[in-house]
């Protein structure tokens, strides 16, 4: 089993930004694809952004395109999202997921971590 572990939620002013980490301890971090998807109250899950093993294919939702940028530390098993110019319907939580194959845009990933709180006040 494959433990992922979200950090750096919180609350920010519209306008403002924040850094997401996830960490997958153990040695197959630098082998899956990674991905990054949020929920909101009422909402289903949707996907924000993915990145392969190599850091060759990056993908991004429409929607924060330009604002976010997914990367990866494989050294560090570690992959981040840094959110800038949030938004208040930016807010939801946010979760890391795992793939072992390759970066889906889809909820197809293999594992899950239990997920980081982000809210953008206006």
């Known amino acids: 089993q494959v433990q992922l572990v979200e950090s750096g939620g919180g609350l920010v002013q519209a306008g403002g930004s924040l850094r997401l980490s996830c960490v997958v301890p153990?040695?197959?971090?630098?082998?899956?694809?990674m991905g990054w998807f949020r929920q909101a109250p009422g909402k289903e899950r949707e996907f924000v952004a993915a990145?392969?093993?190599?850091?060759?294919?990056?993908y991004y939702a429409d929607s924060v395109k330009g604002r976010f940028t997914i990367s990866r530390d494989n050294a560090k098993n570690t992959v981040y999202l840094q959110m800038h110019s949030l938004r208040p319907e930016d807010t939801a939580v946010y979760y890391c997921?795992?793939?072992?194959?390759?970066?889906?845009?889809?909820?197809?990933?293999?594992?899950w971590g239990q997920g980081t709180q982000v809210t953008v006040s206006s």
């Open positions: 997921a795992a793939h072992v194959t390759y970066a889906s845009t889809g909820n197809n990933y293999d594992y």
């Open positions: 990145i392969d093993s190599s850091h060759t294919s990056i």
């Open positions: 153990g040695r197959t971090f630098s082998s899956h694809a």
